[in-house]
């Protein structure tokens, strides 16, 4: 009943940028975290960015002072900017909602592909 669509991704040159869009739609209760994980072929998948319904974020080592995490509670919708984009950033980027019952949701994927 929950679906989490993201879009966004694609092909960028390195130092260029890319935005990233989740819409969550569903049942769905107020004041649920959501973030951004990544997973490259052959890595574990990796927490990149997340952000309360309040407005707090956290970001991995690897991406501060580059991504932006924020959400618009109204849509609820997630958004990832990424600024001087690497390509150790190419990766599936997948949208994730925090819900402890039954268990967290999660979008299809969009893949990021960066070029040197």
């Known amino acids: 009943q929950v679906q989490l669509v993201e879009s966004g991704g694609g092909l960028v040159q390195a130092g260029g940028s890319l935005t990233l869009s989740c819409a969550a739609s569903g049942m769905i209760s107020s004041g649920n975290t959501m973030a951004w994980y990544r997973q490259a072929p052959g890595k574990l998948r990796e927490l990149v960015a997340s952000i309360t319904s309040g407005g707090n974020t956290n970001y991995a080592d690897s991406v501060k002072g580059r991504f932006t995490i924020s959400r618009d509670n109204a849509k609820n919708t997630v958004y990832l900017q990424m600024n001087s984009l690497k390509s150790e950033d190419t990766a599936v980027y997948y949208c994730?909602?925090?819900?402890?019952?039954?268990?967290?949701?999660w979008g299809q994927g969009t893949q990021v592909t960066v070029s040197s």
């Open positions: 994730n909602l925090r819900n402890r019952a039954p268990g967290d949701y």
